[in-house]
């Protein structure tokens, strides 16, 4: 049975958007532990990601205002004893690796873009 998510901070990403960095660890079986951490953005969809007035449109239509961007950091099967130094080393890792790409300038843009060709994809898949 999962916890209560417990907010451990908030990044703050390209394009100024604010990440919120969640503990959502629970108890797996016999004193180990699923050790998760979840970073949520919601990236707003800006018309000066598309080429024309008519693609941003389009994207807002199938996307929305905004676009849940959500990664999950987690390793299974933690002894109690070892909690701390998993969620540190979880963290640690992020702010190293994901961190810098999701800080850049063009994240928010490149992000919506991608978000926008699944929603094309999708669409023309289901159409076949």
Known sequence: MPQ???VIKTCLLGG????TVSDQSCHYFGGYYHVRIRVCADVPVSEGAFFSAAEYQDAVKRLGASVRFSRTLEKMAVPESELEDVRRHLLMSFDAHELPYLARSDFPDRFVQSEYRKALKSRAAFHR
């Open 4 to 6: 209560i998510e417990n």
């Open 16 to 19: 100024g958007v604010r990440a």
